[in-house]
């Protein structure tokens, strides 16, 4: 036969097992952002695609600092050439995609090595 003590102490230890889980939950649930602290604001970015032998949107203005995404979205290689930063970078066929931060202010020129015969240039505006 168990005794009156071994049947009560199942149900406080359960209880205080239960009650420690649920102080280490505690404090805001949601997450910050992967890569930003929390209350901080994410940096600029925009975004140039490479439809049809053309570049869109162009000219494209930003802010210092800013991050401007090239993406390739036609079914040809297309050789990215940012002339004043004497960049150069490859944007495979589609989904190919190179990211670049403007630091300074400025309008920078680009094109691509390979077709810029057909008019395939554009122009990033720092402000």
Do not use: W
Request: net charge positive; with cysteine; proline share 7%.
């Amino acid at each position: 036969m168990t005794s009156r003590t071994g049947r009560m102490a199942l149900p406080i230890l359960l209880a205080s097992v239960a009650v420690s889980f649920a102080a280490c939950g505690g404090g805001d649930a949601t997450p910050s952002p992967a890569g930003t602290a929390s209350g901080a604001e994410p940096p600029t970015s925009a975004t140039v695609r490479v439809q049809a032998f053309e570049f869109a949107p162009d000219p494209i203005e930003v802010p210092v600092g800013s991050t401007v995404r090239f993406i390739n979205d036609d079914a040809t290689v297309h050789r990215l050439s940012l002339e004043k930063d004497a960049v150069k970078a490859n944007l495979d066929r589609s989904g190919g995609s190179f990211d670049h931060v403007f630091s300074k202010a400025g309008e920078f020129k680009y094109r691509c090595l390979i077709h810029s015969g057909p008019g395939m240039r554009g122009r990033v505006v720092v402000r």
